[in-house]
T-cell receptor, first 113, second 120 residues
Framework: DVKVTQSSRYLVKRTGEKVFLECVQD?????MFWYRQDPGLGLRLIYF???????EKGDIPEGYSVSREKKERFSLILESASTNQTSMYLC????????????FGPGTRLTVT | AQSVAQPEDQVNVAEGNPLTVKCTYS??????LFWYVQYPNRGLQFLLK??????LVKGSYGFEAEFNKSQTSFHLKKPSALVSDSALYFC??????????????????FGTGTLLAVQP
């Protein structure tokens, strides 16, 4: 079975802090994704990566950056956390075959105070 | 515009009754459609997908979904609901926009989710 793990289930940070969210997948998938999930808004794509060191902006990239130095690891960075970034963050991965369902990690619930 | 709509925020059904969770889509080209389920404090789990072929797709936990091209719908169904089916359900469609990078990026567009509550 595909396994996607995220470094923290719950995280509390202060406004202005730099925050790192880590995601690791064990199925050698080329594609990795970061979403945020908010009530009533569903899942919104922040960034995705289709290969090591390659990244593309999603629908809501503002205030976020990403890093993919190794194929199995995809990091989401909040450069200066703000209260409006309080949310559930979900990581996913998929292969490049059509149509390629995505496999999700358990999520990180981030609270910025 | 590419989009997915789940018109019901919540669906209530009694245990043992059939259930339907609705999804409609708008996408250019042939749609690749998915259903996911999310249990409390968990990530999303893949349930089933439609690529091509038979309009009735069977998936995990006894769920199935019916693809209807003329109505641009992909409703999730189960003949007999269980209390343990209570969860948040998401419909998604593969995003056809953007270039492929030597393979499919498999980006998905998600609906806003439908909370299914099964009463004992």
């Amino acid at each position: 079975d595909v396994k996607v793990t995220q470094s923290s289930r719950y995280l509390v940070k202060r406004t202005g802090e730099k925050v790192f969210l880590e995601c690791v997948q064990d199925m050698d998938h080329e594609n990795m994704f970061w979403y945020r999930q908010d009530p009533g808004l569903g899942l919104r794509l922040i960034y995705f990566s289709y290969d090591v060191k390659m990244k593309e902006k999603g629908d809501i990239p503002e205030g976020y950056s990403v890093s993919r130095e190794k194929k199995e690891r995809f990091s989401l960075i909040l450069e200066s956390a703000s209260t409006n970034q309080t949310s559930m963050y979900l990581c996913a991965s998929s292969n490049t075959g059509y149509p390629g369902e995505q496999y999700f990690g358990p999520g990180t619930r981030l609270t910025v105070t | 515009a590419q989009s997915v709509a789940q018109p019901e925020d919540q669906v209530n059904v009694a245990e043992g009754n059939p259930l339907t969770v609705k999804c409609t889509y708008s996408v250019s080209g042939n749609p690749y459609l998915f259903w996911y389920v999310q249990y409390p404090n968990r990530g999303l789990q893949f349930l089933l997908k439609y690529i091509t072929g038979d309009n009735l797709v069977k998936g995990s936990y006894g769920f199935e979904a019916e693809f209807n091209k003329s109505q641009t719908s992909f409703h999730l169904k189960k003949p007999s609901a269980l209390v343990s089916d209570s969860a948040l359900y998401f419909c998604a469609v593969r995003d056809p926009r953007g270039a492929d990078y030597g393979g499919a990026t498999n980006k998905l567009i998600f609906g806003t989710g439908t909370l299914l509550a099964v009463q004992p």
